[in-house]
């Protein structure tokens, strides 16, 4: 008797391999692999790239920013213990004053001696004692009072220093006397090389004769240290300060 379809079917053998119909995967050649492997490092050097970034254009600003704060507490201190001993006295130990700039728009920055980075870094101004030596104002002297400050990281004081027009003041506070300057000339690009800028009778800003001036310089353009943006003043008037240190007006 001859067996139907479906017990055919049955009696096949279930042992039988089943042919495998489907596509094999090919392994990426050598240049694919290479192509791969560099994409994973591009990717891992840009994520390394940006965090370098956010630590140079903002942790060094908060680091920099508690410890100019720090600093600045101290100064203020020691004028306090100090008010006993009468005008006139100048200690370079901690800091000389504070520059009041409201068109930068940042509030009090502490000046201390020095340009360097050993200084700067710290979140502070700088007043130059290299390569032209800056003539303080507390010592009455007819000169030019250079000062120095970051732009970009470390507390960025100067950042702004571009929004600073002819005419605005510029005040400088010490312990016994406020410095009120006018800004009188601006040079938004020259080498960093420059140092007339700093001289005691700045030739470069139109003067030339003696007086009391007052200079600040950063880096330019922003996040580059190419060249150097130069914002020159001159001495207006002096205040003493009163025993509330109230400010002048152009601070108010």
Known sequence: MAATADETDETT?????????APRRRRPGRIALAVS??????????????????????????????????????VREHWARQQESGPGALDTRDGI????????????????????????????????TDPVKATLPTTGKNGNFAVAAHRD??????????RIEKGDPIVF??????????AYAILPETSKYNVKVLA????????????HYITLTTCTPVYTSRYRYVVWGELVRVEKVDSRRTPPAELR
């Open 173 to 182: 506070e010490t312990r016994d006397d406020w410095y009120v300057y006018k």
């Open 97 to 128: 004053g504070f520059l009041h700039v409201p068109a930068m728009g940042n509030g009090e920055v502490l000046v201390e001696k020095g340009t360097g980075t050993d200084v700067l870094d710290d979140g502070v101004a700088g007043y130059y």
């Open 200 to 211: 005691p009778v700045p030739e470069e800003s139109g003067k030339e004769r003696p007086g």
């Open 153 to 162: 990281g470390h507390g960025a004081k100067f950042h702004n220093i571009d």
């Open 37 to 74: 492997v560099f994409g994973e490092l591009l990717i891992t050097a840009g994520v390394l790239l940006g965090l370098f970034v956010v630590y140079s254009l903002w942790w060094t600003n908060v680091i920099a920013d508690r410890k100019a704060d720090r600093q600045a507490d101290e």
């Open 13 to 21: 053998d279930a042992s039988e391999p089943v042919p495998d119909t």
